[in-house]
């Protein structure tokens, strides 16, 4: 069974680089399903525990990618905004 570690931050947000759109990932909502990484790996990677890491900036051309990952997420924890 996997454990929240202190060292998580609750609540991230991460603007990407121009252009592209924000992602905000509510790590405290985050129940390490790994959904948004299968569903866009390019966009969402994992820790070794399963969580949703802090993501840098959303590739270009990976905007899609980055709303069907939030999508995919069954504890909404990803929200997506240009
Ligand atoms: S799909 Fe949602 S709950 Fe699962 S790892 Fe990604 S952000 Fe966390």
């Not at 990407?16 to 990932?25: C, I």
Request: hydrophobic share 40%; charged share 25%.
């Amino acid at each position: 069974m996997s454990t929240i570690s202190m060292d998580r931050p609750i609540h991230e947000v991460v603007r990407g680089e121009e252009g592209a759109v924000r992602v905000e990932v509510d790590r405290m909502a985050c129940a390490g399903h790994g959904q948004c990484s299968a569903t866009a790996p390019a966009v969402y990677e994992l820790d070794d525990d399963g969580f949703c890491l802090p993501v840098a900036a959303v590739p270009p051309g990976a905007e899609d990618d980055a709303e069907a990952g939030a999508a995919a997420c069954p504890e909404q924890a990803i929200e997506v905004a240009p």
